[in-house]
């Protein structure tokens, strides 16, 4: 069974650090290009980050760049996120997402195949 499966949200102060996991099963991530979306309450799903399937082609979002990180490791098929200097503006559901592609994609309709979520809260 094709699965995706995210990890590592929580509650964090301010200015703290989360790593999310996106591990996947019942295909090799290798083909794919991954995406990482977020949806706050009473707004639409955004696009944060995107990694290429080779890992050599990654995108972000203005408003996370140079505060979150996207990688990934074929081995573990599992792709994260290390978002630090969290922000309140940051508190989200968080999903990942397997891309149509082997590149980056922005829209939401290229990905075929959506984790469950893990919510993120970032509060003092």
């Known amino acids: 069974q094709l699965q995706l499966v995210e990890s590592g949200g929580g509650l964090v102060q301010p200015g703290g650090s989360l790593r999310l996991s996106c591990a996947a099963s019942?295909?090799?991530?290798?083909?794919?290009?991954i995406g990482w979306f977020r949806q706050a309450p009473g707004k639409e799903r955004e696009g944060v980050s995107c990694?290429?399937?080779?890992?050599?082609?990654?995108n972000y979002a203005d408003s996370v760049k140079g505060r979150f990180t996207i990688s990934r490791d074929n081995a573990k098929n599992t792709v994260y996120l290390q978002m630090n200097s969290l922000k309140p503006d940051d508190t989200a559901v968080y999903y990942c997402a397997r891309s149509r592609r082997r590149f980056c994609v922005s829209s939401p309709y290229e990905h075929d195949y959506w984790g469950q979520g893990t919510q993120v809260t970032v509060s003092s």
């Open positions: 019942g295909f090799t991530l290798d083909y794919y290009a």
């Open positions: 990694i290429s399937s080779s890992g050599g082609n990654t």
